[in-house]
């Protein structure tokens, strides 16, 4: 049991010892912790950069054609739709642009793809119309690759 005491004793004293001359060697003021994760975290205050946020750009607001074709407030809208329709919508559109290309996909791939199919033509995997490959694949049994990749 003596020989255990002494030598706990100097494990003790020696990593006091340690402590002590790890913590003198800097003050608090000096420590600079290096690294992007440090710099997400707000830890490292040399680096950290003063500059506006970077913000996504928002869309235009869709301001009517012209202020005289608004409504008196609390009056009810006459023709509504043609009111709806003179708004140029970038969003609408999208929805246009989108029909569209899956007419022309559908005409392109029934037109091409469908008679290649049938005639054994081993090339007529690769054609493809403006939204991709107009072959079958586990996919288009979900609703198309567009669906499931969110477009």
């Not at 001359?21 to 707000?42: H, I």
């Not at 033509?121 to 690769?126: N, W």
């Amino acid at each position: 049991m003596n020989r255990k005491k002494p030598r706990i004793r100097m494990l003790r004293v020696i990593t006091a010892c340690g402590v002590m001359l790890g913590l003198s060697a800097c003050a608090p003021g000096e420590v600079e912790l290096n690294g992007k994760l440090f710099d997400a975290l707000g830890v490292n205050t040399k680096s950290t950069r003063s500059g506006a946020p970077k913000m996504a750009a928002r869309s235009p607001l869709v301001v009517p054609p012209s202020l005289e074709r608004l409504p008196a407030p609390g009056k009810p809208v006459e023709n509504q739709d043609a009111v709806l329709a003179a708004i140029n919508d970038p969003d609408r559109a999208k929805i246009k642009d989108k029909a569209q290309l899956q007419a022309e996909q559908a005409k392109v791939c029934a037109d091409t793809y469908e008679p290649a199919k049938a005639r054994g033509d081993p090339d007529a995997d690769l054609i493809s119309g403006p939204l991709g490959p107009c072959r079958p694949s586990v996919l288009s049994a979900f609703g198309g690759a567009g669906a499931i990749l969110g477009q």
